[in-house]
T-cell receptor
């Protein structure tokens, strides 16, 4: 059982659509991070959320940290083919745990 | 800045063979990590080193050993490779962003080593 559960596992949408992916845990985290990984490369950090209820925006991406600091969501507005990739959430300090990821495909 | 570099990029081993995966970072980070990534499992932490001279087990340390050679380099060794160790291995390093207690670490990942054990 993953400490961090991500859903959906796969998502395929058309360009211009909106989407939300989720990261849930039964544990409380002091912070959660979201990464994007493209084929053949390592993950790249998108954002870190630290405060319960926090909302951060990165262009068309909106990240929210749950009030209880156990869950987080990533919302993408007007998805583009360049958003295609594996989205991973992660929590913890040195002993960081990753979710299994949501594999997003945005079709032109 | 090269960031985090890993060698080799690809490797095929036979069961029982040994090998060392090399990792180096040029960002003067204190902490370094080794992960493996398997389909449907996300990244799982094998070992980490919070500072030069220290190493600690992560989630899946069995079958692996590590050496923090100096601040820049952190190697991962498979003494007797098994097919279950077929995976993509990522090295990462991190340095704390900001000085407040709420500051967090950003992990920077290398490009990965794709290992197949036959």
């Amino acid at each position: 059982t993953q400490l961090l559960e991500q859903s959906p596992q796969f998502l395929s949408i058309q360009e211009g659509e909106n989407l939300t992916v989720y990261c849930n845990s039964s544990s409380v985290f002091s912070s959660l991070q979201w990464y994007r990984q493209e084929p053949g490369e390592g993950p790249v950090l998108l954002v870190t959320v630290v405060t319960g209820g926090e909302v951060k925006k990165l262009k068309r991406l909106t990240f929210q940290f749950g009030d209880a600091r156990k869950d987080s969501s990533l919302h993408i507005t007007a998805a583009q083919p360049g958003d295609t990739g594996l989205y991973l959430c992660a929590g913890g300090l040195n002993d960081m745990r990753f979710g299994a990821g949501t594999r997003l495909t945005v079709k032109p | 800045n090269a960031g985090v570099t890993q060698t080799p990029k690809f490797q095929v081993l036979k069961t029982g063979q040994s090998m060392t995966l090399q990792c180096a970072q040029d960002m003067n980070h204190n902490s370094m990590y080794w992960y493996r990534q398997d389909p449907g499992m996300g990244l799982r932490l094998i070992y980490y080193s919070a500072s030069e001279g220290t190493t600690d087990k992560g989630e899946v340390p069995n079958g692996y050993n590590v050496s923090r050679l100096n601040k820049r380099e952190f190697s991962l060794r498979l003494e007797s490779a098994a097919p279950s160790q077929t995976s993509v291995y990522f090295c990462a390093s991190s340095g704390r962003q900001g000085l407040s207690p709420a500051s967090t670490d950003t992990q920077y990942f290398g490009p990965g080593t794709r290992l197949t054990v036959l």
